[in-house]
């Protein structure tokens, strides 16, 4: 590699760090906490606790469970129901004032799935705080597009140094942390030596984290497009008088779907189906399966079979990164990893800033030494 394209990745791998350093040093201390917040809202009452029932096998039917959740909020509709999928002994109801109000205006509320009886709210308690500043440091739409431009920036700053390593360690064993010299320089062998240790985790945390900043825009495309594809031969059909028995989509979207089970069902009128149609979202029983849903497309009155469709490559590619990201694949020890790498990165990112403050006060120094002086008047 020639002295000017090592300075070229140099400039490149020093300012698309500095640019994106304080929302980096943002999302990894907020992503910490999110890897066990599952746990953290359990452990501080804000997560909903499944009842033991002295007859498990007798579980109410979901109609049951949206006749409850209708009669506990009067003058509300109902949008969804979800299954939880860590532990399907719960069910979760989210309503509104109208079947397309806005997600903020929902109420959403935890029920037995044995008894119909409610468990509690969801999605309240300080972790909510602290996923939004993940997510879009409560900007909405362009928060989430800014901090995916921060994103790319990370990936373009692992490329460059990634580059670089060789150049800058090729006289030095792997390793090698140079105690002995400077401070400045064994800040700068551990930056490099924990940044090319952690490098795939943070490839993948990295991409990820910019694919999931683009699930508005995604999921906005499949409704104009696979959706309204879908639905097209029914267009111009009215929205159902009465609605047909919940229990009933749900038997004929398992005939539609076989080998599934149910995630969620959108109703008529909401923004993941028609307005004369159910949706009911099935996803398979393994740890990646469970992750990629199919959309069956049900009569909102009769309760037949409209449509089925296999989700696009880039929905199943968002997710799946969604909780790749956390972490959230195989339990507490791949969250421990997390956590470590999390801070490992925290440290890659401070070291870097560090090192630029360090250089920049050298430069600095130099200017202004006797000796420097004495040569630009010379």
């Not at 350093?21 to 359990?42: M, V």
């Not at 509320?109 to 509690?120: D, N, T, V």
Request: charge should be neutral.
């Amino acid at each position: 590699m020639t002295a000017s394209s090592i300075r070229l990745w140099s400039i490149v791998h020093r300012w698309t760090s500095l640019a994106a350093t304080l929302f980096l040093l943002l999302l990894c201390l907020t992503g910490l906490p999110l890897i066990f917040h599952h746990e953290i809202d359990e452990a501080l009452g804000y997560a909903p606790r499944p009842e033991r029932p002295a007859r498990p096998s007798q579980r109410a039917t979901i109609d049951d469970i949206a006749r409850a959740a209708l009669a506990d909020h009067p003058g509300s509709v109902l949008q969804y129901v979800a299954w939880d999928r860590d532990d399907r002994k719960i069910v979760t109801a989210y309503l509104n004032h109208a079947v397309n109000g806005r997600p903020d205006d929902a109420v959403v509320e935890a029920y037995s799935a044995f008894a119909a009886r409610p468990l509690g709210a969801v999605g309240t308690g300080p972790m909510l705080i602290v996923l939004k500043l993940h997510t879009d440091m409560f900007a909405g739409l362009a928060g989430k597009l800014f901090l995916g431009a921060m994103g790319l920036l990370f990936l373009a700053a692992i490329v460059s140094g990634i580059v670089l390593y060789w150049p800058f360690t090729r006289r030095l064993d792997f390793g090698t942390i140079r105690s002995g010299a400077s401070r400045r320089i064994s800040w700068l062998d551990w930056h490099n030596l924990i940044g090319i240790v952690t490098v795939a985790w943070a490839v993948v945390v990295g991409s990820t984290g910019v694919i999931n900043t683009w699930a508005e825009p995604m999921l906005d495309h499949w409704r104009t497009d696979t959706l309204a594809g879908m639905a097209a031969p029914y267009a111009g059909r009215p929205a159902p008088r009465q609605l047909a028995s919940l229990d009933l989509v749900l038997s004929r979207a398992a005939e539609a779907a076989p080998a599934m089970e149910p995630d969620f069902i959108a109703f008529p009128g909401t923004p993941f189906t028609s307005s004369h149609h159910y949706a009911v979202f099935m996803h398979g029983d393994t740890p990646l399966m469970s992750r990629l849903l199919k959309p069956v497309l049900l009569d909102g009155e009769t309760g037949d079979v409209a449509s089925t469709a296999e989700l696009p490559i880039y929905l199943k590619a968002l997710f799946i990164s969604q909780p790749l990201h956390f972490g959230d694949y195989a339990g507490t020890p791949l969250k421990i990893i997390w956590v470590l790498l999390d801070l490992a990165t925290i440290v890659v990112i401070a070291s870097g800033f560090y090192l630029w403050i360090a250089r920049e006060l050298r430069k600095h120094n130099r200017r202004h030494s006797p000796a420097y002086a004495a040569g630009a008047s010379g």
